[in-house]
């Protein structure tokens, strides 16, 4: 097999896996969450429940104003975290990106949560107000 063959058959299986990467991270995120674009998000967000779910870092160093750390990892590992963020009421989850939002929101969903929306672009690509400690 000659070095061309060997190369586009790795290239085959990378485009393969990425996009089987991609598939996985729609289907999780399908059944657990809406994605919520951000001019609605701002526009809703005073009657819903503001998850930062990046580290606790991460949101002392900048996150969206008026929403409350409830670190993904934190939770996962302990799950009385999640009794700060209520039931009856709309939650919008973000991250850097989209990732961790999307294992939160399949944490949610698994304990009862139902209204449960992720900034679509995550707070990388956030333009509203912020606010740093």
């Known amino acids: 097999m ?3 063959a060997t190369l586009n058959i790795i ?3 990378v485009i393969i896996g ?3 990467y991609k598939l996985f991270f729609f289907i999780k995120r399908k059944r657990a969450a809406e994605w919520i674009e951000q001019d609605k998000f701002q526009e809703t967000m005073r009657t819903a429940q503001v998850i930062d779910v990046r580290e606790k870092e991460d949101y002392n160093r900048g996150h969206i104003l008026g929403a409350r750390s409830v670190p993904y ?3 996962r590992a302990h799950k009385e975290y999640l009794l700060a963020i209520r ?3 709309p939650v919008y ?3 850097n990106r989209t990732g961790m939002a999307i294992y939160m929101a399949g944490l949610l969903k698994k304990e009862g949560y139902k209204d449960i929306y992720i900034l679509k672009g995550g ?3 956030w333009t ?3 606010k740093k400690k």
């Open 123 to 125: 707070y990388m690509n």
């Open 93 to 95: 989850l973000y991250d």
């Open 2 to 4: 000659s070095f061309f």
């Open 73 to 75: 990892t934190i939770a």
């Open 11 to 13: 290239l085959l299986i």
């Open 87 to 89: 039931k009856d009421a």
């Open 128 to 130: 509203g107000k912020t």
């Open 18 to 20: 990425y996009g089987l």
